[in-house]
């Protein structure tokens, strides 16, 4: 069964920095591009960026570029998303997808429970 | 452009059918994936392609596109298909990014 086990929920201060993490299973870790979406309270999915774990070829949405990075570790097939200086703008769930291998089709077919993260003074 | 537009709210009768629409110049060039989202619940896939609903999603959900507009149809509604509804698909960048919609609330009376 494939699954994608998130960290638990962060409260922060603004300023202090935080890596999340998406921990894949049940399926090749290597093959799949995984993504990153946010989901500010109330508001619609926003598409971050993603990475494909086999190289760490990494996309970033002009939106999050250098206001977030993403990587993985394939060798424990978790899948990271960290900031250096948290705002309080980046109060948000945190989603974790894993892209669909049906080739030339964009989708993502499995998703994480979400990672919930607070920033306040 | 790297946008994907969707009507905010729709409602429709019990059983009756709807169609949510997403509407972006990349959908000239890439089909949506839609995804379904119900209150503190995680996104669930369920079109992608052509009209491919993942194992699991009811034949209710049917998808179609034409032009620059995605559409996803949901035939017979039921009251457990009240929810937020967002496409995706790739954007025209080159570089391989994605987009979501905006996304549409759907109510079923």
């Known amino acids: 069964e494939v699954q994608l086990v998130q960290s638990g929920a962060e409260v922060k201060k603004p300023g202090e920095s935080l890596k999340i993490s998406c921990k894949g299973s049940?399926?090749?870790?290597?093959?799949?591009?995984i993504g990153w979406v946010r989901q500010m309270p109330g508001k619609g999915l926003e598409w971050m960026g993603f990475i494909y774990p086999g190289d760490s070829d990494t996309r970033y949405s002009p939106s999050f570029q250098g206001q977030v990075t993403i990587s993985a570790d394939k060798s424990i097939r978790t899948a990271y998303l960290q900031w250096s200086s948290l705002k309080a703008s980046d109060t948000a769930m945190y989603y974790c997808a894993r892209r669909g291998e049906v080739a030339g089709l964009y989708y993502f077919d499995y998703w994480g429970q979400g990672t919930l993260v607070t920033v306040s003074s | 452009s790297s946008e994907l537009t969707q009507d905010p709210a729709v409602s429709v009768a019990l059983g009756r059918t709807v169609r949510i629409t997403c509407q972006g110049d990349s959908l000239r060039n890439y089909y949506a994936s839609w995804y379904q989202q119900k209150p503190g619940q995680a996104p669930v896939l369920v079109i992608y392609g052509k009209s491919i609903r993942p194992s699991g999603i009811p034949d209710r959900f049917s998808g179609s596109s034409s032009g620059n507009t995605a559409s996803l149809t949901i035939t017979g509604a039921q009251a457990e298909d009240e929810a937020d509804y967002y496409c995706n698909s790739r954007d025209n960048s080159g570089n391989h990014l994605g987009v979501f919609g905006t996304g549409t609330k759907v109510t079923v009376l």
């Open positions: 049940g399926y090749s870790f290597t093959s799949h591009w």
